[in-house]
């Protein structure tokens, strides 16, 4: 079974920036795409960045294009978010999970894991 630990959040300033990490155990990350969503309080979860299972495609939600990098190290089985120019909006809980895509939707498949809280301060 898959299993997925997020790290890496934490508490930045509106501008900064920030490295999360998804560590997969039980499976090889790139045998999926993975890929990273958030939810804020009150909110719907937000699909935000995937990785195509071989690495060399990359999508990102509209509003993060240009600022926010997915990644990951095979070595490692860990899949990152480089985030940049952080805006207040864009705090909340940031989850990984191996993702499919219905249409031009990205979905989670499977559990994952508890995430990792961002809170970026104005």
């Known amino acids: 079974q898959v299993q997925l630990v997020e790290s890496g959040g934490g508490l930045v300033q509106a501008g900064g920036s920030l490295r999360l990490s998804c560590a997969v155990s039980g499976g090889t990350f790139s045998n999926y795409a993975m890929g990273w969503f958030r939810q804020a309080p009150g909110k719907e979860r937000e699909f935000v960045a995937v990785l195509s299972s071989n690495g060399r495609t990359t999508y990102y939600a509209d509003s993060v294009k240009g600022r926010f990098a997915i990644s990951g190290d095979n070595a490692k089985n860990t899949v990152y978010l480089t985030m940049n120019s952080l805006k207040s909006e864009e705090s909340g809980v940031y989850h990984c999970?191996?993702?499919?895509?219905?249409?031009?939707?990205?979905?989670?498949?499977?559990?994952w894991g508890r995430g990792t809280q961002v809170t970026v301060s104005s």
């Open positions: 999970a191996r993702v499919f895509r219905d249409g031009s939707n990205w979905y989670p498949l499977g559990s």
